[in-house]
């Protein structure tokens, strides 16, 4: 168990810091830019290329494994909205909010930080294509649900093109390309552009973590919604659960990729479902509080499902011998 607390401390450790430095300094949420703006657009896109680039590329295209990935996570989107929309009454665009909320895990500043110190950089390929592909899906799935729910003004052609510009040019799947494409020619940077990228990669984690801490200040909880009675338990035992079933089906895969696909369902609430209310206007403060609270419960959870990996409680292939 010591063993848990020293992989989880350093996470928690530096999102706490993060909150406390906030509330300590009083600064405003424009403070957050130039922060957010490092991180978004250089230390992780660095990360991904850097680990990306030096992987054999054959490794890149498990598509059964993306497959599974995707579907395990739709499924859950899917749960969500079910749930929202047929129990709950809600809205089209409070179900679609709601659903990320559920299904869209901080994968990209907690992932490849956690994952990658538990499991070792054979980690990174999995999280990568995790990321790249998770995304592609929320990117469409909640532009289309709000195109549909009249939320959005705009023909299908402007819809189709702001969809697929959201996925071409975000600087992260833009990092994957590149660093997939780098592999494929076995290209070697230049000594000091390669120094820089290791430089950057160094500061991804610490400050996406930090910065999480900031965010999660600046936006403090009011009031516990009641959709976190059914978003919290789905997003970090759900979700994982779910992503766990469906992996030992459809594999064998590497136990690395199994594992490391599970701990990424099992994150807490992505802070940009917390950024796509606020650009929907939708939900705002209740996002805000399900990135908070299922942040405060993985503590738990997630300690749990270390324990539960590293100690064999839970085998790679359960139905394997």
């Known amino acids: 168990m010591t063993d848990i607390v020293g992989l989880l401390l350093p996470f928690f450790g530096l999102i706490f810091l993060g909150y406390i430095a906030a509330r300590v300094t009083r600064q405003s949420k424009e403070a957050m830019g130039w922060l957010s703006t490092f991180i978004v657009y250089l230390a992780l896109p660095a990360l991904f290329y850097q680990l990306l680039s030096q992987t054999p590329v054959e490794q890149l295209a498990r598509w059964d494994f993306?497959?599974?990935?995707?579907?395990?996570?739709?499924?859950?989107?899917?749960?969500?909205?079910?749930?929202?929309?047929?129990?709950?009454?809600?809205?089209?665009?409070?179900?679609?909010?709601?659903?990320?909320?559920?299904?869209?895990?901080?994968?990209?500043?907690?992932?490849?930080?956690?994952?990658?110190?538990?499991?070792?950089?054979?980690?990174?390929?999995?999280?990568?294509?995790?990321?790249?592909?998770?995304?592609?899906?929320?990117?469409?799935?909640?532009?289309?649900l709000m195109a549909l729910s009249g939320r959005q003004k705009r023909g299908l052609p402007r819809l189709v093109l702001g969809i697929v510009k959201s996925i071409v040019f975000h600087p992260f799947i833009i990092a994957t390309a590149l660093g997939v494409t780098a592999a494929a020619v076995d290209f070697n940077e230049p000594e000091p552009f390669e120094r820089l990228i290791a430089y950057l990669a160094q500061a991804a984690a610490p400050s996406a973590l930090f910065a999480m801490g900031v965010t999660l200040a600046l936006n403090p909880l009011r009031r516990v919604p009641g959709e976190l009675t059914f978003i919290v338990p789905i997003k970090l035992i759900v979700h994982p659960l779910i992503m766990y079933l469906f992996l030992v089906w459809a594999g064998p895969f590497p136990e690395t990729w199994v594992f490391t696909a599970v701990l990424l369902a099992a994150l807490p609430t992505a802070t940009n479902v917390f950024v796509l209310a606020q650009q929907y206007g939708t939900w705002v403060e209740r996002a805000s509080a399900s990135v908070l609270i299922t942040t405060v419960f993985s503590v738990g959870s997630l300690s749990f499902l270390l324990y539960a990996i590293t100690s064999g409680l839970l085998p790679p292939d359960p139905f394997a011998g």
């Open 66 to 144: 993306i497959m599974t990935n995707v579907a395990a996570t739709f499924c859950i989107f899917a749960l969500v909205f079910a749930i929202a929309v047929g129990l709950r009454r809600a809205t089209v665009p409070e179900s679609t909010i709601q659903s990320l909320a559920g299904a869209y895990g901080n994968i990209g500043y907690m992932g490849p930080g956690i994952a990658i110190l538990t499991f070792g950089e054979a980690a990174a390929i999995p999280v990568a294509l995790i990321f790249c592909f998770e995304n592609m899906m929320h990117f469409i799935l909640t532009p289309s």
